[in-house]
Each structure stands twice: as C-alpha cells, then as structure tokens.
C-alpha cells in the first residue's frame, strides 16, 4: 500500500463499484463535456458501467487512490490494455494520474508484458505524450445521432524502461 501525506493506494474491491462508479461519471462530465458532443458523453458513461468495472477488476487489476475514505483515482489493466484511468477532478494536475499509470505499468511488467496499449480520450492525449506513450492512429466510433467520439489509439513500450531502470 502506497502513502503519500493523506493519500494511500490499495486494490479495488467489490465493495468500492459505487465509489469508483461515481468517480468515473464526475470525472466524465467535468473534463469530457467541453470536447465532445453530449451523445459521446453519454456513450462513454455508458461504457463504464457497473458489469464492466466489475468484470474488468476480476480480469486484470484495478487500483485505487483514496484520501482518507474517499477514493480520489482509479485505473485497471486488463492483459496489456490500460483502461479507465480516472482522477477527480479536484485532485488532477498533482501527479496522482502518473501515480496510477506507473503502478499499472509495474504490474504489466511484473506479468511479463513489455508494450501496454490504450485508447485516450481527446482531453488525455497530452497527459499519456507525458508519459512517453506514442499514437499509433486517431481514430473514432459513431454514437448516436451520427455524432463522432474521437480518440487515440497509444502504446508504450516498457522493456526499455525496465533494461534502462527508470521509474
């Protein structure tokens, strides 16, 4: 377990599915809302709903931040695929969303995987440049009313990372 002033980290657990759920939707409407059309919103909070987060926690591995009893951050990682790494809005821009990424990438390479993929949302591709992940294609998917959900395909590879021993 990570702790960073108030800040801890710990595996989700089935009983964290409402909190997580709640972050995720909070997290959608605040940073997601000024780039893409509403139906894109509505797909992407959708697409993280309740089975997935629970079936994607028990097929890979999903961590969580909390700051005393709230969680603040979450991502998961599913065979090599990154996914729904989120930060409350109240709490991005202070490293927690580099904290999580670095956790997932440690744990693909402590499975054996030495390239992660994901696809990032518009407002996120900077955040995952950060991070040394390469766009590999921009691509999108049709949502209702023939409105586009725009996005990138990224990958990074970590064996460089592991050989070279940087965080």
């Not at 890979?60 to 909390?66: D, K, Q, S, V, W």
């Not at 700051?67 to 990154?82: A, L, P, Q, S, W």
Request: hydrophobic fraction near 40%.
């Amino acid at each position: 377990m990570f702790e960073q002033n108030h800040v801890s980290m710990r595996a989700f657990q089935s009983s964290d599915l409402m909190a997580v759920r709640s972050l995720v939707q909070i997290t959608i409407d605040a940073c997601y809302s000024k780039v893409y059309p509403k139906e894109a919103v509505q797909f992407f909070k959708d697409w993280h709903c309740d089975e997935k987060i629970l079936k994607d926690a028990k097929d890979g591995y999903t961590i969580l931040l909390y700051e005393d009893t709230r969680i603040i951050g979450t991502g998961t990682i599913v065979d090599n695929h990154v996914m729904r790494v989120f930060v409350d809005p109240a709490f991005q821009r202070r490293g927690f969303g580099k904290l999580i990424m670095h956790k997932l990438e440690e744990r693909a390479v402590s499975t054996g995987i030495d390239v992660v993929k994901l696809d990032a949302s518009l407002p996120s591709k900077t955040f995952y440049d950060s991070l040394g992940y390469v766009t590999l294609e921009r691509a999108f998917r049709e949502v209702e009313n023939n409105r586009r959900l725009d996005f990138y395909r990224m990958e990074k590879a970590l064996v460089e990372r592991v050989r070279n021993g940087a965080p």
